[in-house]
């Protein structure tokens, strides 16, 4: 009975925070560095050349991804490999 009377705790996700916070830092560390750069009259570079770790790292893993999906099913589906055969 009593402990239906107990205030509820709020619950916080920090996690969230912390990868929003972390999203939010580096939109206006880029928007700032951009800002610069159109000062000094420095041409951005387009490519794979202007990408952040975090970018680069993404499409690092998406690639490892493609080439493991074309191993599993275009070279171990044929039946090269394949268990019980």
């Avoid at 996700?13 to 939109?27: F, P, V």
């Avoid at 690639?63 to 999906?69: D, P, T």
Wanted: net charge positive.
């Amino acid at each position: 009975m009593a402990n239906r009377y107990k205030k509820k705790r709020e619950v916080r996700n920090k996690s969230k925070d912390w990868l929003t916070d972390y999203y939010q830092t580096g939109r206006q560390w880029d928007k700032e560095n951009r800002e610069r750069r159109e000062k000094e009259g420095q041409k951005e570079e387009k490519g794979l050349r202007n990408l952040n770790s975090f970018e680069l790292g993404c499409i690092i893993i998406i690639a490892l991804a493609l080439i493991g999906m074309f191993i599993k099913y275009f070279i171990l589906g044929h039946g090269f490999w394949t268990p019980g055969m």
